[in-house]
């Protein structure tokens, strides 16, 4: 069976990993932060925070900004849970939103629709690797007439003075949008290096921070860094220090600090990623070329004059099927020992939130994709060999079911 999203290690992730077990300290340490200063320098971002997911970091941001109950936070209806999870832990409300007609990215209408006086912080997701359109948002929080709505809580949303933008940029790594590379055109960045991820540690995330004066990034830096350990004053690096090991704990914390192991297999990762990003845009050329001309397919967008993909996803639609026909077609490609995937399920289709009362008619957006989208695999050590056999599998699946 060809595999869906494998990682990508080798012998040098294999002897980097070693390395740090050998070395007496495989917790938070130097290889930690000297992963967090290369993601800075590769995104542009001003200070970064290595986790161990992009879930603990988006959570660590709300919470940081004073997020709770009675506040809501916009969120689309077309993303993982995590996106609309973190929101209920910190006793917030998700205000779900439909996405753009063409992309699967967050609807800038629907968003400007639902901003309320009860608004702190947006959540566009990058579906895919895609960027949302990021100036719009940032121009629209910022806005007179949004920023009249605003009631801040805390003293960081005083600060701030308006709604908060974090992007839940788990598949985006290494994208860009107008020139910049994804991670330093939002106030707050958050990355995923889960295992399917193009850039992995295992499990892993990062929190890039680009707020501008009077925010201290290296403040905010050291407040998130000191929840993410149980809120002790001092890390496990500091404390190891000659007589220091006195630490205070300032406030009932989490525990959701990044290891060096994970670190290591993060730094092999990125001195190699610009690699990365350039065989996997070979493959989604590949299938573009494969399904161009076919009727039944709608291809996906991954570059134009604005924006440039990190090629994470490619997600194919069928023209015209059902949820139903879509469902036989990944099974027939599946019997042709060829994995695929659906990304996502919209989050009203999930218990948790139908439950809460969200419902998918009111997304009818997010339902037409989903309904006929189905992931390719998309991976660096997928060769053109295996190509023909994806093409060909999803070819065969697609005219078997239309025909």
Request: proline share 4%; aromatic share 10%.
């Amino acid at each position: 069976m060809l595999p869906f999203s494998p990682p990508h290690i080798d012998q040098k992730t294999v002897d980097a990993v070693t390395k740090v077990l050998l070395s007496g300290w495989i917790t938070t340490g130097p290889r930690t932060k000297e992963f967090e200063k290369k993601i800075s320098e590769y995104v542009g971002c001003k200070k970064t925070l290595c986790l161990n997911s992009a879930t603990a970091g988006m959570e660590l941001i709300l919470r940081w900004f004073g997020v709770q109950e009675g506040d809501e936070v916009i969120v689309p209806a077309y993303t993982y849970c995590a996106t609309a999870n973190i929101v209920i832990h910190c006793g917030a409300k998700p205000v779900m939103v439909d996405i753009d007609p063409k992309d699967f990215n967050i609807s800038l209408e629907q968003i400007k629709k639902h901003i309320t006086a009860k608004t702190k912080v947006i959540i566009p997701v990058d579906i895919s690797g895609w960027p949302a359109d990021y100036d719009a948002i940032n121009a629209m929080v910022k806005s007179d007439e949004v920023k009249k709505l605003f009631q801040p809580r805390t003293k960081e949303q005083e600060t701030l003075g308006r709604i908060l933008v974090m992007a839940d940029a788990a598949h985006s790594v290494g994208s860009s949008y107008k020139g910049k590379k994804h991670g330093s055109v939002t106030d707050v960045t958050v990355f995923s290096f889960h295992a399917v991820k193009n850039l992995t540690t295992a499990e892993g995330g990062a929190v890039c921070l680009n707020l501008s004066e009077p925010f201290d990034c290296d403040a905010i830096y050291s407040n998130l860094n000191m929840k993410s350990l149980h809120g002790q004053s001092k890390d496990a690096l500091a404390k190891s220090q000659v007589g220091a090991w006195r630490y205070d704990v300032m406030e009932p914390g989490y525990k959701c600090n990044m290891m060096d192991i994970q670190a290591a297999i993060g730094l092999v990762e990125l001195e190699r990623y610009e690699e990365n990003l350039s065989r996997r845009k070979v493959i989604f050329d590949f299938y573009t070329k494969a399904f161009k001309d076919k009727s039944w397919a709608i291809i996906p967008s991954y570059k134009n004059e604005e924006k440039e993909s990190s090629y994470h996803l490619y997600m194919l639609r069928i023209k015209g099927i059902t949820e139903d026909q879509r469902d036989q077609i990944i099974q027939k490609i599946f019997d042709k020992e060829v994995s695929v995937n659906v990304h996502f399920q919209p989050l009203p289709l999930l218990t948790a939130y139908k439950s809460r009362g969200y419902k998918m008619a009111d997304y009818p957006e997010a339902w037409a994709k989903y309904q006929n989208e189905i992931s390719l695999p998309v991976f660096f050590d997928l060769t053109d060999e295996n190509l023909k056999t994806v093409t060909n599998a999803v070819i065969k699946s697609v005219e078997e079911v239309l025909a």
